[in-house]
């Protein structure tokens, strides 16, 4: 009897291995099926494959007449020995023993991976981009003709480096495997988003002025939460929308509030920069926000110092303290 | 940097008859020897310094008679009722740690044991008293030379045979309360507290250090100062007033000569200095300034900065000086830096060097704390400040401070930095006050 059967899974661009053990094992589109294939013909469930003695039998598994062998739609299809039939227009080889030295990851369709990394960048840069050109042109009143034009250009090489280095790894992490890369892919975005968010939000300050503290205390605990909130609501809408195109369309309406928010935040921002101009300079103006928000006065500084004094005198009087007790024992000797 | 002349030296001493007493030595050199023919100066010159040079001796600090010296340096006798002059430095660490060490004069093969009576901590000046008279003591001089007249200094360079050094006078130089004698003379380790005499064998000063990494550059404590801590010492014998405790002693010099900077620097800030889009509070004219323009990384940024700080601090122990301070402003020009870089650049500066440091022997621990502040001028600054206290007096802090802000358009940060040694909380946290709210941006 055959333990193992190896169906070979024939995507745009190339192959990937699904290696089956337990059965009845379900096929389609649907993320909780056993065997995901995001193909956009594919019913959630639209096969299901089952053991029958010896051979394997392959049924329709709800999703319609399409299942095709030999070119003839079947309702089942009985095999004893590898075969190959077209599920809702996707090609599947079934293989009753695994292909001498095959590897899922080696196997796996990397061309697709990696327009889906360069899918994925060119969101994120799309993203900058567009900031960065509501930047310039906020300052179009100000710093025309710009003294640094390389400026905006160098920050955007710089986060669109590091978020497609991000990207990379996370499609490496996923192994290529389609559904976790998916995941992955919305991870990068889903952060990448946030820390823009952060950017341009109350945090801004601490943000750039204080790099390592906030990625610490503010940027990655926010992305963590962000990232498992989103992937909790991707779930959500996986279930309630059934429809790729329609999680799409959901998907694409929330980035488009999310930028949004995010110039919005930056028009404020830039706001506050124009009227600062006709008051006394301003330092710390751009990008980080009103400096003066939860400024103190000198005399508050003052304050607080008096306070350092007091704890310094509170340790000298220890010190002074242990010394006389040394001095005492000493004595004592 | 000075070095202080604190060392080893060993010495005989000649007992003579009766001399003048330490009122005697306050009242002497009535007779200017700038009268007197430069021909007759020359002959008298050796047989004098030889008569200052059998007052000479060493002084050790040791945990015995016995033992081996910790430290030495010279001294010289004022008083001939056993009244010496050394420098503060040579005795300071017996007077701070008086269960460890004592402080002896070492009279060929014999150590005897001493008491510190007066001390000048601002000028470095010592008077300690023996139990034995002296058939004489110096003469101080009643002027003092002109620039470029010889001078001799007295003492027992590294623990080596008694010395005269030659050398000229250069004048005297004053820094707010401090005072020292300039001198070409080539002084080495061990003749701190040793005299300094003119032509004739009258003291014009007291040793005391040398500058480092120059050409025979060194100085002496002048001779008015150890006049007035004599005339101390005869008006608290008259009043039979005994020993002050040192430590209060010290403390009160300490506080004078803070109260006596913090005037200065309340004064010079009525001026202002002017720096590229910034202008800032002046500082005090006797302060040694320099300003300098350098480029970043790859010239990717320019600094300018005008330190100012005072060549004189008040030496309490080795490690630990009071009665100074330093000021530095930096104006850092934004070249080729993109925000980031420009504000991690800015991050870097805004720490107080403090806020790493050690605690030192006979000081706290730093206490650093940081805030954002708008100082009166509508200025936002990025200020860190830390603190520490002498374990063994109270109410005088170290103060060091830095501050931030930028212009704008992020091409231009000024950062002010300030250090104020020994301070009282008032005045420090004046000064403190001074700075931040002296920044104006043009």
Redesign the interface.
């Known amino acids: 009897m055959q333990d193992v059967l190896v169906l070979r899974i024939y995507e745009s661009g190339g192959s990937r291995l699904e290696k089956l053990r337990a059965f009845p094992v379900t096929i389609g589109r649907s993320v909780f099926a056993d065997v995901t294939i995001a193909s956009d013909g594919m019913a959630l469930q639209q096969a299901v494959i089952d053991r029958l003695g010896d051979s394997f039998v392959v049924r329709d598994g709800g999703g319609g007449t399409a299942i095709h062998a030999d070119g003839a739609s079947v309702a089942s299809h009985e095999f004893r020995d590898n075969c190959e039939l077209m599920i809702a227009g996707v090609r599947i080889e079934f293989l009753l023993r695994e292909p001498v030295g095959a590897q899922p990851w080696r196997q796996a369709n990397r061309e697709w991976a990696l327009r889906r990394v360069a899918h994925t960048a060119l969101i994120l840069v799309g993203l900058y981009l567009g900031i960065c050109a509501v930047s310039a042109f906020k300052r179009f009143g100000e710093?025309w003709p710009p003294e640094r034009p390389s400026?905006i250009f160098?920050?955007s090489v710089?986060i669109f480096a590091i978020l497609a280095l991000v990207s990379f790894f996370a499609s490496l992490l996923s192994k290529l495997n389609t559904r976790t890369f998916s995941y992955m892919r919305l991870l990068c975005v889903v952060t990448a988003a946030a820390a823009w968010f952060l950017i341009f939000d109350d945090i801004a300050d601490t943000l750039?002025?204080?790099?390592w503290n906030s990625i610490l205390r503010a940027v990655f605990p926010t992305a963590l939460v962000l990232c498992s909130s989103l992937v909790v609501l991707v779930a959500i809408l996986r279930a309630l929308f059934p429809d790729w195109a329609a999680r799409r369309a959901l998907l694409t309406g929330l980035m488009l509030v999310a930028s949004g928010y995010g110039l919005e935040t930056l028009r404020a921002h830039y706001q506050f920069?124009e009227s600062?101009?006709r008051?006394?300079?301003?330092?710390?103006?751009?990008?980080?926000g009103d400096?003066?928000k939860?400024?103190?006065?000198?005399?508050?500084?003052?304050r607080?110092?008096?306070q350092?004094?007091n704890?310094?005198?509170a340790?000298?009087k220890r010190?002074?303290e242990e010394?006389a007790a040394d001095?005492t024992l000493?004595g004592g000797d | 940097m000075v070095r202080s002349l604190l060392g080893a030296l060993t010495l005989s001493f000649l007992l003579a008859g009766a001399g003048p007493s330490s009122k005697d030595a306050l009242q002497a050199g009535d007779r200017s020897i700038d009268d007197r023919p430069d021909a007759a100066k020359e002959s008298s010159g050796d047989q004098a310094v030889d008569r200052v040079f059998e007052l000479v001796f060493q002084i050790k600090t040791a945990v015995s008679a016995e033992a081996s010296k910790a430290s030495y340096g010279s001294g010289f006798v004022v008083g001939t009722d056993g009244l010496l002059a050394t420098n503060f430095h040579v005795v300071s660490q017996a007077l701070h740690e008086p269960?460890k060490y004592k402080i002896f004069l070492v009279d060929g093969a014999q150590s005897i044991e001493a008491t510190v009576v007066k001390v000048n901590v601002i000028n470095d000046l010592a008077l300690i008293r023996v139990a034995r008279r002296f058939p004489r003591a110096v003469t101080m001089a009643a002027k003092m030379p002109r620039p470029g007249e010889k001078v001799y200094a007295l003492g027992l360079p590294e623990d080596l045979n008694k010395s005269v050094i030659e050398g000229n006078f250069n004048g005297v130089v004053s820094e707010g309360p401090y005072e020292k004698v300039q001198m070409s003379i080539p002084l080495n380790a061990g003749m701190s507290g040793g005299p300094t005499v003119n032509q004739v064998g009258e003291v014009i000063g007291v040793n005391v250090a040398v500058l480092l990494f120059a050409q025979n550059l060194a100085f002496a404590v002048p001779r008015s100062q150890l006049q007035a801590l004599l005339l101390r010492q005869e008006q608290s014998y008259q009043k039979r007033d005994g020993v002050k405790p040192i430590d209060g002693e010290i403390e009160r010099q300490l506080n004078e000569v803070q109260d006596r900077l913090t005037g200065a620097l309340r004064v010079a800030s009525t001026a202002s200095l002017k720096l590229p889009g910034f202008t800032v509070n002046a500082v005090p004219p006797f302060l040694k300034c320099w300003r300098t323009s350098d480029d970043g990384v790859k010239e990717k940024w320019l600094e300018t900065s005008e330190e100012c700080q005072l060549g004189n601090a008040a030496m309490i122990t080795e490690e630990r000086y009071g009665g100074t301070f330093r000021t530095r402003y930096t104006v850092i020009e934004n070249k080729k830096l993109?925000?980031?870089q420009f504000?991690?650049l800015?991050?870097s500066r805004a720490v107080s060097d403090s806020a790493s440091a050690y605690a030192e022997r006979f000081s706290?621990?730093f206490?650093?704390?940081d805030?954002?502040?708008?100082?009166?001028?509508?200025?936002?600054?990025?200020?860190q400040?830390c603190?520490?206290?002498?374990?063994?007096m109270?109410g005088l802090?170290d103060?060091d401070f830095v501050a931030v802000?930028?212009?704008?358009?992020?091409r231009r940060?000024l950062v002010v930095s300030g250090y104020f040694s020994g301070f009282s909380?008032d005045n420090?946290?004046a000064l403190?006050?001074l700075y931040?709210?002296g920044v104006r941006?043009d």
């Open positions: 710093f400026e160098t920050e710089a750039t002025y204080n790099l920069a600062d101009r008051a006394p300079p301003v330092p710390f103006g751009l990008p980080l400096p003066t939860g400024a103190q006065s000198t005399t508050e500084l003052l607080r110092m008096q350092s004094m704890r310094v005198q340790v000298q010190v002074r010394i001095e000493k | 269960e993109n925000r980031w504000f991690n800015l991050e706290t621990p206490d650093c704390d805030a954002d502040i708008v100082n009166a001028q509508g200025i936002p600054l990025k200020v400040y603190l520490n206290t002498f374990v063994k109270s802090y103060v802000t930028m212009l704008p358009e992020g940060a909380a420090a946290q403190v006050k931040l709210d941006a």
